[in-house]
């Protein structure tokens, strides 16, 4: 079965810490995986996806096919980073999208 | 462009009432998702439409939901009758294939529905 597990619902750090936000999969064939946040009282919305292998907001993540893992990193937080953040994966050739759990960053000053 | 729009956004019902909630894509996008958002979890998908087509409705409860895309543009989602379980945030996005051949969701804001 396909699942996304997030371990932590909630991870706090201060401003200028790295942080590292967990994702773990079950997915017998070649996944999407996806970050997504969601501001306060903002929609949720794509932070980076892994084929783009990009940094958004100074974030990366890197698909580690052999651990089934998927974390989000990003060496120095800002409070502007506090939100939630959503893992996902989606299915070879359809839009669907399953989410783990989700984890709360809270960046204090 | 003003994104997903969905309406109401806060939706107060007594059990046993029937609820409807609308979403407009963004413009051009064929496919439309539903997702259901419990308190404190991801969201999960309930139905996908591919135009007017639903292609995914393996996680909708079809005894008292509903969805309908007339049209190939917006959507509405109807529970009937609405039970206490169903309070959660329900979700529309819709998406288009990019040239990279990816979906990307956009997501609407949402509607809160509380069922006393």
């Known amino acids: 079965a396909q699942r996304v597990t997030q371990p932590e619902k909630l991870l706090s750090v201060f401003k200028g810490a790295p942080v590292e936000l967990k994702c773990n999969y079950s997915y017998s064939g070649s996944p999407e995986l996806f970050w997504y946040v969601q501001y306060s009282r903002q929609r949720l919305q794509l932070l980076l996806r892994h084929i783009s292998r990009e940094s958004i907001k100074g974030f990366t993540a890197d698909l580690n096919k052999g651990e089934t893992s998927f974390h989000l990193k990003k060496p120095f937080a800002q409070e502007e980073d506090s939100a939630m953040y959503y893992c996902a994966l989606r299915k070879s050739n359809t839009g669907k999208l399953i989410f783990g759990q989700g984890t709360t960053l809270q960046v204090k000053p | 462009e003003a994104g997903v729009v969905q309406s109401p956004r806060y939706k107060i019902i007594e059990k046993k009432q029937p609820v409807a909630f609308w979403c407009n894509p963004i413009?051009?996008?064929?496919?439309l998702y539903w997702y259901l958002q419990n308190l404190g979890q991801g969201p999960e998908l309930l139905i996908r439409?591919?135009?007017?087509?639903?292609?995914?409705d393996s996680q909708l409860p079809k005894d008292r939901f509903s969805a309908e895309r007339l049209k190939g543009v917006d959507s509405t989602l109807k529970i009937q009758p609405a039970e206490l379980g169903d309070s959660a945030v329900y979700l529309c996005?819709?998406?288009?294939?990019?040239?990279?051949?990816?979906?990307?969701?956009?997501f609407g804001p949402g509607t809160r529905l509380t069922v006393t």
């Open positions: 413009s051009g996008h064929n496919t």
């Open positions: 996005a819709s998406s288009s294939i990019s040239g990279t051949g990816t979906y990307e969701q956009y």
């Open positions: 439409y591919e135009n007017e087509e639903a292609v995914d």
